[in-house]
């Protein structure tokens, strides 16, 4: 049965909207082109979209050879305001930015662990409003939340745990109330890192990923077929409690000890750093595995090439400092680990990484796995690489490994793609129905 005129246009108009958010500002005439619509068609949705509000002219194209220069037509950046936020244990950050997705203010405020519930949350709100005052934004239109822990798939809610401040849970509702016209969405925070690589990152040219979340915790994120996978009950990727070799136990219900988290958390890689005599003094901000992992990859970067743990030792990677240079950290400098004991803990590391991800690797196949995560990120190059040569060693099935692209901001990347999502979504919605 074909549509009927309404219909076809609701569709017509929603391919150039998708196209504009794509591609940027078009002609009548690119728009045209990239549609299949006729001349008059175009006219009429470039007209009722700009009747609107939704679309306006942006500019010219000089393109043309002769005649005026053809109008430019492009989105309305103002139409909504929208803010994104990284919930953490120790802080938050917050960006807000234009419909369009371009940030047009962001800051970060550190909570301690001292810190009561009803005085964390304040910060939290106090400071998105700040930020939104900065951007010039009026209203928030739609706020996308990044958090540690479950996201329950059917209410977004945040689950219960134990391992988590509970300013983490009372934040939503706070910033709903605050806000009580926006559309707030709350999302895992590995979850978010992956759509973001997927879109922009490490994972552009992938279909199906893994990303492994090394920080505090552990955790991973599934795509699978271009489609992020949460399971039944929000759990998907909740590899910490995966049961594995060479842990003092096993995983409960209850608690991941025994688990993979007990092999590559942080506490654990803290661990196995002092097993090696690896030190290193953290920046400020930067949790302390990390700077141990740093340090080491600046000591065999640094270093002369090791023994036969890689052919390729002394061109794994490049720093921002100069071979030899001591690296300062919080104000004061620290000498790097000499390099063959930063070689033989990253090895080690290496080889306790490669364990968990291979048996993600055995029932999923995903071909690529991303290492993200404070972890991940200061392994970069070095680590992935040394991972990838364990893989190809415990599992049958060729698997890339490659270094989150996106760094600290992934997780804010990722809450902006999804709050811009939804509110292009629910403004476009109603004219899609007319």
């Known amino acids: 049965m074909p549509a009927s005129p309404s219909t076809a246009r609701a569709i017509n108009d929603e391919v150039a909207l998708r196209l504009l958010q794509q591609e940027g500002p078009l002609t009548a005439g690119q728009l045209k082109q990239l549609t299949g619509l006729s001349r008059p068609s175009v006219a009429d949705l470039v007209e009722r979209l700009t009747d609107v509000g939704l679309i306006t002219v942006v500019g010219e194209s000089g393109e043309q050879r002769r005649g005026p220069n053809a109008k430019l037509y492009g989105i309305v950046a103002d139409r909504a305001h929208l803010a994104a936020l990284d919930v953490r244990t120790e802080g938050v950050a917050v960006l807000v930015s234009d419909l369009l997705g371009r940030v047009l203010a962001e800051a970060s405020v550190p909570i301690g662990d001292d810190t009561g519930t009803g005085s964390a949350v304040e910060q939290a709100v106090t400071l998105v409003e700040r930020v939104a005052k900065e951007a010039g934004a009026d209203r928030l239109h739609t706020l996308g939340i990044g958090a540690p822990g479950l996201i329950d798939p059917a209410s977004g809610d945040l689950h219960d745990s134990s391992g988590l401040p509970e300013w983490h849970r009372r934040l939503v509702a706070a910033l709903q109330e605050r806000f009580p016209q926006a559309a707030v969405s709350v999302e895992n925070e590995t979850n978010l890192a992956a759509l973001a690589e997927q879109r ?101 970067t640094a270093g002369a090439p090791a023994a036969a743990d890689s052919p390729e030792r002394g061109r794994e990677a490049t720093v921002d400092r100069a071979p030899g240079e001591a690296f300062a950290q919080g104000g004061r400098t620290a000498p790097r680990p000499p390099a063959a004991s930063a070689d033989r803990f990253l090895g080690a590391l290496a080889d306790r990484v490669a364990l968990g991800a291979a048996a993600v690797i055995a029932v999923l196949d995903p071909g690529c796995v991303v290492l993200a995560g404070e972890i991940g990120r200061a392994g970069g190059e070095v680590l992935a690489r040394r991972v990838q040569e364990r893989l190809a060693r415990l599992s049958p099935l060729p698997t890339e490994v490659r270094p989150s692209a996106l760094g600290g901001g992934a997780v804010l990347r990722g809450a902006l793609l999804t709050a811009r999502e939804r509110a292009q979504d629910e403004l476009f919605a109603p004219w899609r129905a007319g």
């Open 200 to 300: 922009d990152g490490a994972a552009r040219d992938r279909d199906t990923f893994v990303l492994l979340w090394l920080g505090v915790g552990i955790g991973a994120a599934v795509v699978l077929d271009g489609t992020l996978r949460r399971g039944a009950s929000g759990g998907a990727g909740e590899i910490g409690f995966l049961p594995v070799p060479g842990t003092a136990g096993l995983p409960s219900a209850t608690g991941c000890d025994g688990g993979f988290h007990s092999l590559a958390g942080a506490g654990a890689i803290a661990g196995l750093a002092a097993e090696y005599g690896v030190t290193a003094t953290p920046a400020p901000h930067e949790p302390r595995a990390a700077a141990l992992v740093r340090a080491a990859v600046e000591g065999v």
